[in-house]
């Protein structure tokens, strides 16, 4: 009995790795012919029957791009605003999110539910009152227009709040403060290295959606 059902075990373990397999060669085969159509030239795109590889390679594809259209400096453009909007989100999330965890003050519970409910609305709905604030301030069509959007979270708060909460102790930071140290220190030193994991995936939410 023991073993048949180690062989069973055996065969369900293969099909279930073939079956993922199959998945992932249907996900992977539309980026590699896109990849391989990019060094066809025009007469190889719509031949039939269709070609993985290309019989004559070409760069003329990716050349025609950057004479066509200045897309190094889109790419630049977009890479900069990006990690801009990154280094924004993770900073002003971790000093909210620590505020809201370690700090009383009136009123903090409400503000901070204030915060979370704007992440439940959907960017439809403000969509046109924030481009018409654009065009009230003449910010329409530049990079600071495109980047003020992207420099604020409120669900970004909300999980480095959760993270501080339960991750660091709050003894940490009565002891910096019985050491002398600054609430700045303490901030950097002490919270910010605490909260490493959950700024990287911050970080890496932030940069894709900007």
């Not at 790795?17 to 190889?44: D, N, Q, R």
């Not at 018409?132 to 604020?152: D, K, S, V």
């Not at 019985?178 to 994991?197: C, F, K, N, Q, T």
Request: hydrophobic residues 55%.
């Amino acid at each position: 009995m023991v073993g048949h059902r180690s062989l069973a075990s055996r065969l369900l373990t293969l099909l279930a790795h073939g079956m993922l397999c199959l998945g992932a060669a249907f996900m992977v085969l539309p980026i590699l012919w896109m990849a391989a159509t990019s060094f066809k030239p025009a007469t190889e795109v719509s031949v039939w029957p269709p070609q993985l590889l290309p019989n004559a390679p070409t760069l003329e594809n990716y050349r025609g791009i950057f004479e066509d259209a200045p897309f190094g400096d889109f790419f630049l453009n977009s890479l900069s605003l990006s990690l801009i909007a990154t280094v924004s989100v993770a900073v002003t999330s971790l000093i909210a999110g620590a505020v809201f965890a370690k700090y009383e003050c009136p009123g903090r519970n409400i503000l901070f539910m204030a915060i979370l409910a704007t992440a439940i609305v959907p960017f439809e709905s403000y969509m046109i009152p924030r481009y018409l604030q654009l065009i009230t301030i003449g910010w329409i069509n530049t990079f600071q227009g495109i980047l003020l959007p992207t420099l604020f979270m409120s669900f970004r708060i909300f999980l480095l709040r959760q993270h501080i909460s339960s991750a660091i102790p709050t003894e940490l930071l009565e002891a910096g403060r019985v050491d002398g140290a600054s609430e700045w220190w303490i901030l950097a030193r002490v919270i910010a290295p605490l909260s490493a994991p959950a700024l990287s995936a911050i970080g890496i939410f932030a940069f894709i959606q900007a």
